[in-house]
């Protein structure tokens, strides 16, 4: 009977992680699937698009042969009026004029400008050119930048679960370690003892009757009646729980010799887990500085990174740009030479992403008290002092 439970509970607890696993793993799925059908869209609409000369660009092309004429005739006297032409000159020109479709909206570049538009990045550099190009970026933000911020709060949780239980039991390591060192022998000892009085107190091994309670209890009568009332109020919610552990068991047998319920039991619990969603977010509460000197690490790990593929990058200019994309600002002054290879580095974002969402978060948090804190003292100062009248 051993050998068979065994691998019985190890099926159930296989099923139990999976079902736990199963909301996480579909919303980046589904996120993944997202992005890659978005990719093939784009490459195929924007990389086939055919490139039309325009009378902008002709016009382009005749004024930078007029100041090409003018350089090499040594017309031009002063070279900085001759760099203020040529600066106005190509502020005028698109840059799409000078980028092959084919070669920017290939499978990666449509995969990164896609990953660009639902994390609200946007670095400028890349954007559809065509109106079905531009009404179906509309479209795909439309619903993939929900999507984005559902799998931003899902992981979130996760996050946000890593962090308190961290940040608990380091504060539960402090303490023990500071009661080690003020708490003396004799006083811990005399601490212990009273803390399993007072928990014999209140444990009832065996459901007992309201008048056995009183009873075994000496000295009831002798204290006051608002303790004595919380005492027995304890131990009847005691015997409560004994009572109801048995009910408990027989459920969960009942629930496993039938598979139907079972599998309701299964549905019912992953529907929960869906609506569990954001909730460990909002309990979260850590130290801001904290928070501040994760994203710092994480963004400076990037940095130091980064400049291996991105040659023109310094660790500066790498931390720079990681902090404009982390923060979904995307000015698109620094631009990658290498995008495909930033790509991979996705799950970077989107966990650093999630980050900031979290420091910006405890910030608001910490803002909404400290304005909760101004108004209330504004209030106090300018409320009606009360006037005392002799009797």
Not at 118 to 124: A, D, E, R
Not at 250 to 256: A, F, G, H, N, T
Request: net charge positive; proline share 4%.
């Amino acid at each position: 009977m051993a050998t068979t439970s065994q691998p019985l509970r190890g099926k159930t607890t296989c099923k139990k992680i999976f079902w736990a696993v199963f909301p996480h793993a579909c919303f980046i799925l589904s996120l993944v699937v997202y992005a890659f059908l978005g990719a093939l869209m784009f490459s195929h609409i924007e990389g086939t698009r055919e490139v039309t000369v325009n009378e902008e660009y002709r016009r382009f092309l005749q004024d930078l042969m007029c100041l090409a004429r003018k350089l090499s005739d040594n017309v031009t006297e002063n070279e900085e009026m001759f760099r203020d032409d040529i600066r106005d000159l190509f502020n005028t020109a698109d840059p799409v004029w000078f980028i092959r479709p084919e070669d920017r909206w290939n499978f990666f570049g449509s995969l990164f400008f896609c990953c660009t538009v639902f994390t609200t990045v946007g670095y400028g550099n890349t954007y559809p050119v065509t109106w079905i190009g531009k009404c179906l970026c509309m479209l795909y933000a439309l619903f993939g930048i929900p999507l984005m911020f559902l799998v931003l709060t899902d992981m979130g949780d996760i996050l946000a679960t890593v962090l308190s239980r961290s940040y608990n039991e380091f504060r539960e390591l402090q303490s023990k370690v500071l009661a080690s060192k003020l708490c003396s022998g004799s006083t811990c000892s005399k601490r212990n003892e009273l803390k399993s009085r007072a928990q014999s107190k209140i444990v009832i091994n065996e459901p007992l009757t309201i008048m056995e309670v009183l009873r075994n209890q000496s000295g009831m009568k002798r204290r006051p009646v608002k303790y004595r009332n919380v005492e027995l109020f304890e131990m009847l919610i005691s015997r409560e729980n004994e009572s109801t552990e048995p009910g408990r068991n027989k459920s969960m047998e009942r629930w496993s010799s039938c598979p139907e319920l079972a599998r309701e039991k299964t549905v019912s619990r992953v529907i929960e887990n869906f609506d569990k969603i954001g909730k460990e977010l909002e309990k979260l509460d850590v130290p801001i500085v904290l928070m501040v000197l994760v994203i710092f690490v994480y963004i400076s790990c990037a940095a130091a990174i980064l400049p291996k593929w991105e040659k023109k990058m310094d660790f500066q200019e790498a931390f720079y740009f990681c902090f404009i994309t982390l923060t979904t600002i995307g000015f698109g002054d620094t631009k990658l030479e290498h995008p495909k290879f930033f790509l991979f580095f996705s799950l970077y974002i989107i966990i650093g992403m999630e980050i900031v969402f979290i420091a910006f978060k405890l910030g608001q948090d910490r803002l909404i008290v400290l304005y909760k804190k101004v108004i209330s003292f504004c209030a106090e100062k300018n409320m009606p002092s009360k006037k005392i009248y002799p009797k």
